[in-house]
T-cell receptor
């Protein structure tokens, strides 16, 4: 079966711009979580959506937001980009969430210049 | 202090060696303990998961959890060059709302 698909794979943006990243989960998975991965901080939890509702949120500023559609596809948005937002953004899907049974996508590499 | 601490590495071993990877944690509420492997330009993939304390074996891999010491380990026997990757420990509390808390990861290189 198809895995978790993230688009685009690579992105270069300028400081101050905004960006939208997309995640298509595995068919039947209703939970989608987003993580930011950097060399300095490792993987950090951004938020989780389940059946179109945000169920959990990490300690990131309000510039980071997300949503989930009725088909479970999810998007995350970062506004007013800063250089420190450069990272690999990973999406993971599962049937129920809660950190178990995650399947990760290959990520979107965002570079802010 | 971070909730999950992992030896930073990197680690380089000869083929056939036994590899020991370790993490410590501070949150007593963690119930599920996982090891992920991440190859370059890929997302993490789940290697093993353990509920509460104990050992779990899967082929060349053994995961150990000691909740009394807040310490988890992953052992890789007869390491192969294909094991070269970044290994991340991860933990979560019980409950559907829980999230994964990761260690920073350690990069392992197995030399032929």
């Amino acid at each position: 079966k198809a895995g978790v698909t993230q688009t685009p794979r690579y992105l270069i943006k300028t400081r101050g711009q905004q960006v939208t990243l997309s995640c298509s989960p595995i068919s039947g998975h209703r939970s989608v979580s987003w993580y930011q991965q950097t060399p300095g901080q490792g993987l950090q939890f951004l938020f989780e959506y389940f059946s179109e509702t945000q169920r959990n949120k990490g300690n990131f500023p309000g510039r980071f937001s997300g949503r989930q559609f009725s088909n479970s596809r999810s998007e995350m948005n970062v506004s007013t980009l800063e250089l420190g937002d450069s990272a690999l953004y990973l999406c993971a899907s599962s049937t129920t969430g809660g950190g178990l049974g995650y399947t990760f996508g290959s990520g979107t590499r965002l570079t802010v210049v | 202090q971070k909730e999950v601490e992992q030896d930073p590495g990197p680690l380089s071993v000869p083929e056939g060696a036994i590899v020991s990877l370790n993490c410590t944690y501070s949150n007593s509420a963690f119930q599920y303990f996982m090891w992920y492997r991440q190859y370059s330009r890929k997302g993490p993939e789940l290697l093993m998961y353990t509920y509460s304390s104990g050992n779990k074996e899967d082929g060349r891999f053994t995961a150990q959890v000691d909740k009394s010491s807040k310490y988890i380990s992953l052992f890789i026997r007869d390491s192969q060059p294909s094991d070269s990757a970044t290994y991340l420990c991860a933990m979560s509390e019980a409950g559907a709302n829980s999230k994964l808390t990761f260690g920073k990861g350690i990069t392992l290189s197995v030399r032929p």
